[in-house]
């Protein structure tokens, strides 16, 4: 019997030959067409400037990355859909209009045409008898979507799912107000089509003036650059990056290039060097460094090269090396050949050692010496790998310019001319070795004392310990120290008037001094400091190369800080009249509205599970850790899950609370990120912390929704900085994280991983102190410690708290994908193994810290006590004791404020009780009260009642007295 299953069909000749002939029409036509002459509005959310210059100066695009027929059989269709989404708005009654008198669409020129865009349509008038509140005219624009594009932008909306569609309509919405008076106050109706299912999606999006200015920004900044004949900086590190591999400007981008450098040698001042030039590493690589290398011979000049690789041709600064494979000591002082010996024994035989032609003046050659890596250093590694070079340097007394990236060094096989004398730049020594970067970090560290007895001969190492010891000078230090011509080390003139001209211009860019200031202040110190001064010459070209590119890289400078220019306005204590108002919560006593707080956890122990479990509670009035806020609405950022793990939670924490997902439409949006750039700010070489465009999505993003809480998971994939770095950890929580509070006036809660150090110690802390320093109020969840828990138990412990007490605990158990609060009470152990002083102390403050939290859970329940009440009722419980050591402990407390009274019970539906005080609440006391009974259902409904403390007990009589505001 035949297998007709196993069949495959072959490809028809004559379908494959048909399109083929429409793919090269469609091509072919493509080409034909002259390419446009402007900056796309279209195309300016793009996140990467380069990207977009190259598309502005009409680049080759790589092959791989070419545009098909396919591609472009796909676009054509995309139009058609677009198309028909119009004509099904205006069958619908909308008057939508597209092109304008001269039949083509409307659209608008700025920058003497540079910038332009067309937009899809504007709608001129919504049917009369509808119910969607359109105000006209507003802006139209339609995009064809496959089918998970359009389920993330149904999904997420417009902001969040597509970025470069969102700046389109923002640029539209201000660029067409001249031709449209009112559309760009107009919400703009954006239409998204499934072209798998033909599911349309509509969205009304407000304008956004802040993404629209920084998007013209962008723009005026890239024709600038072009015109300049300056190529912007990449905004990704790697062309590993999901970006750059599908960028169709990919290899013109990351062409692998060295730069040879060509200079005159010494005794040789009239020879004139070769031009420098970018060489790709390629398989005519060799040849053309030979080539360069004779050439230079002749010249009687010295061949040098940066050993990296840039990937722009024409730039070779320190922040256009993009990787580098080696670590590299130039060692010209003192004995070199005992250095080398004591190199090799800590960190290995070097793989390369080169004589670079020089003698030091104790008549040793100077020497260059590689250690190979086994795979190049981008990024991060690479930073690592010049500090490494510089730490190297400063402890065997080499050159510590190789610092810097773009540090040039002489290439073996080229000829050393100084003093007229023809030398080769040898090869002593090759070995096939290569390292792990962090062995040879590790190995830098163990690096013997140069100033230990059995290293030191002939004198040589007391000279390099001394250099060693003044290797790392603060800026305060070099502003007071003379330094001479022919300095070694890090002690050369060079290296200090390079630091004082860039301490100036930092400060004269952050707008702490004016330019004169600046400039007065590098003059002196030329002048005062430098023996014998630079020219005048100089260091002004000096200071004008520092500028550019220190403007390049961080923008324009600001304005001197003033008084007027920040509108600083003191404030007068006087003013402060009656009491002041009362600190916002969202939790009392845990969450403060305005700030933020950061919950550490462990991986795994539940940290987000918990977040999850908090939006839940707070988005639908429940419970959570045995208190209860009004419903408010929350918004989550979450980093580290998926959507489907999220549902999974969901339904666990739904099912636990007795609730379904409608519940939740209202207060809570949740943004899940995973794998996707989240960084929210990231800094420079100076600590200096820029906010990315994503913090700025996600800023309207927040704004628009209006959330009470803003969750935000995790720190690791939101924080670009380096957690140990104190400055750094304060910007990104006081101006990331603390800007979110402050736009929404809500609270925000930061998760984070604490370090294995803070697990150790039990404090839950990680990285830098400021973590802990600059939130206001920070929790730790952990396993709790004893023979009465097991694997389930969490202990939340709110350790730290600028505006509540520290050290309450809450203990919750996992069961079935959510976390029970336990009665605390259960878990509060009686203070022991203390001196009977502490003991006491100890157990007092225990009570009273149970009593007030019994008081305030009570309440929730719908119960309120008079102090005889609660004293019988907990009489032998909790470890208070008698009633009698319970009405002491109460009094105590009411003394010292932190328990008060109510003597309105009836405004709350309670009997009124024959007692001296009344009934006892705290500040933070609800009240659960019965308001409806449906009398068809018997269902009865709650509320709750924030209890307002009527009198408080005066420290100094006794009294009760009434609380008047």
């Excluded at 949740?670 to 800094?683: A, P, Q, Y």
């Amino acid at each position: 019997m035949l297998d007709f299953n196993e069949l495959q069909r072959p490809i028809d000749p004559v379908a494959a030959g048909v399109n083929l002939l429409i793919d090269n029409a469609l091509t072919k036509e493509r080409r034909c067409k002259p390419p446009r002459r402007y900056l796309g509005a279209s195309r300016l959310g793009h996140p990467c400037s380069r990207a977009l210059q190259y598309e502005y100066m009409h680049s080759p695009i790589s092959d791989v990355h070419g545009i098909s027929g396919q591609t472009l059989r796909i676009f054509e269709a995309g139009h058609l859909f677009e198309e028909l989404a119009a004509r099904w708005l205006r069958l619908a009654g909308f008057e939508l209009v597209t092109m304008d008198s001269t039949g083509k669409q409307f659209g608008f020129k700025v920058a003497e045409g540079k910038i332009a865009g067309n937009i899809d349509g504007v709608i001129t008038a919504a049917p009369a008898n509808s119910t969607i509140n359109i105000t006209c005219p507003a802006l139209w624009e339609a995009k064809s979507m496959n089918n998970r594009s359009w389920q993330e932008t149904a999904k997420k909306g417009l902001i969040v799912s597509k970025p470069v569609y969102a700046a389109q309509v923002a640029l539209y919405q201000a660029y067409m107000e001249t031709s449209f008076k009112g559309i760009s106050q107009n919400p703009c109706l954006f239409t998204a089509i499934n072209k798998n299912t033909a599911e349309i999606y509509h969205e009304l999006v407000p304008f956004n003036a802040d993404l629209a200015q920084r998007m013209s920004d962008k723009a005026v900044n890239i024709i600038k650059a072009t015109e300049a004949m300056e190529m912007l900086p990449r905004a990704f590190g790697s062309r590993e990056y999901y970006e750059c591999k599908f960028c169709p400007y990919q290899d013109k981008c990351w062409e692998d290039l060295v730069a040879f450098r060509s200079f005159p040698e010494k005794g040789n001042d009239n020879s004139k060097p070769l031009n420098n030039i970018w060489v790709k590493r390629d398989e005519n690589f060799i040849n053309k460094a030979l080539e360069y290398a004779n050439l230079a011979n002749q010249r009687k000049t010295a061949f040098y090269v940066i050993p990296g690789i840039v990937a722009t041709e024409g730039k070779a600064g320190s922040a256009d090396i993009i990787e580098m494979q080696t670590l590299l000591v130039d060692i010209d002082e003192g004995n070199t050949e005992e250095k080398l010996t004591i190199l090799e024994s800590t960190l290995g035989e070097a793989t390369l050692i080169v004589e670079s032609g020089g003698v030091t003046k104790t008549g040793h050659a100077k020497l260059h010496i590689y250690w190979q890596l086994l795979k190049a250093a981008t990024g991060e590694e690479l930073q690592k790998l010049l500090e490494l070079r510089h730490n190297l340097a400063l402890a065997i007394g080499g050159d510590t310019h190789f610092r810097s990236a773009h540090q040039p060094i002489r290439v073996a096989g080229s000829i050393y001319h100084k003093g007229g004398v023809g030398k080769l730049v040898k090869i002593r020594a090759y070995n096939a070795i290569e390292y792990e970067l962090t062995e040879l970090i590790e190995k830098v560290i163990n690096l013997p004392s140069l100033s230990s007895n059995n290293a030191a001969k002939n004198g040589s190492n007391e000279q390099i310990a001394s250099e060693h010891n003044t290797r790392t000078l603060s800026i305060d230090q070099i502003m007071i120290q003379k330094v001479h011509e022919g300095g070694n080390g890090e002690q050369t003139r060079f290296n200090h008037i390079t630091a004082i001209i860039g301490f100036w211009l930092r400060r004269w860019h952050q707008g702490l001094v004016t330019e004169a200031v600046a400039m007065e202040e590098i003059r002196s110190f030329n002048l005062a400091n430098m023996i014998p001064p630079w020219p005048d010459d100089r260091v002004r070209q000096t200071i004008n190369g520092l500028w550019k590119i220190h403007v390049q890289k961080y923008g324009e400078p600001k304005k001197m800080t003033t008084k007027e220019n920040i509108g600083l306005t003191p404030i007068n204590p006087s003013d402060w009249q009656g009491s002041p108002p009362e600190r916002e919560w969202i939790l009392p006593d845990w969450l403060p509205r305005g700030y933020v707080t950061a919950i550490y956890g462990d991986g795994g122990v539940g940290k987000s599970l918990l977040a999850q479990q908090l939006m839940t509670a707070l988005a639908t009035g429940s419970e959570f850790m045995g208190m209860r806020a009004a419903p408010c609405k929350i918004y989550a950022l979450m980093c580290e899950d998926d959507e489907h793990e999220l549902w999974r939670r969901q339904a666990s924490i739904n099912a636990y609370y007795g609730l379904d997902m409608k519940a939740l439409e209202n207060n809570l949006r949740i943004v899940s990120r995973v794998g996707e750039n989240n960084l929210l700010m990231i800094f420079n070489n100076s600590d200096s912390g820029q906010l990315t465009e994503f913090f700025n999505i996600l800023l309207a993003d927040i704004a628009a929704y209006g959330p009470d809480l803003i969750i935000l998971d995790t720190a690791a994939d939101l924080f670009g900085g380096n957690e140990n770095n104190r400055p750094q950890v304060r910007q990104f929580i006081q101006t990331a994280c603390g800007s979110l509070a402050r736009e929404t006036r809500g609270a925000v809660l930061l998760c984070a991983h604490p370090s294995e150090g803070g697990i150790q110690k039990g404090t839950g802390s990680g990285g830098s102190t400021a973590w802990n320093n600059t939130v206001r109020s920070r929790w730790y969840l952990k396993r709790p410690e004893g023979s009465q828990f097991t694997k389930n138990h969490r202990v939340l412990a709110r350790v730290k708290s600028n505006y509540s007490t520290t050290g309450n605990e809450q203990y919750l158990e996992w069961s079935n994908g959510a976390f029970v609060h336990l009665n605390q009470l259960d878990f509060s152990p009686r203070i022991a193994s203390q001196t009977q002083g502490a003991r006491n102390d100890a157990e007092r403050d225990r009570k009273t810290e149970v009593m007030l939290r019994l008081v305030e859970s009570e309440a929730l329940e719908g119960r309120l006590y008079t102090i005889n009440q609660f004293s019988e009722n907990f009489e032998g419980k909790y470890g208070f004791g008698s009633k009698r050591c319970i009405h002491s402990r109460i009094s105590v407390a009411a003394t010292q404020g932190l328990m008060q009274f109510i003597q309105n019970p009836t405004l709350y539906k309670l009997a009124i009780k024959s007692c001296n005080y009344g009934y006892l609440c705290t500040k933070h006391t609800m009240l659960k009260t019965e308001i409806i009974e449906d009398l068809k259902t018997g269902e009865v409904k709650y509320e709750l009642i924030r209890i307002i403390p009527t009198h408080y007990k005066c420290k100094l009589n006794g009294a009760l007295i009434p609380i008047e505001t």
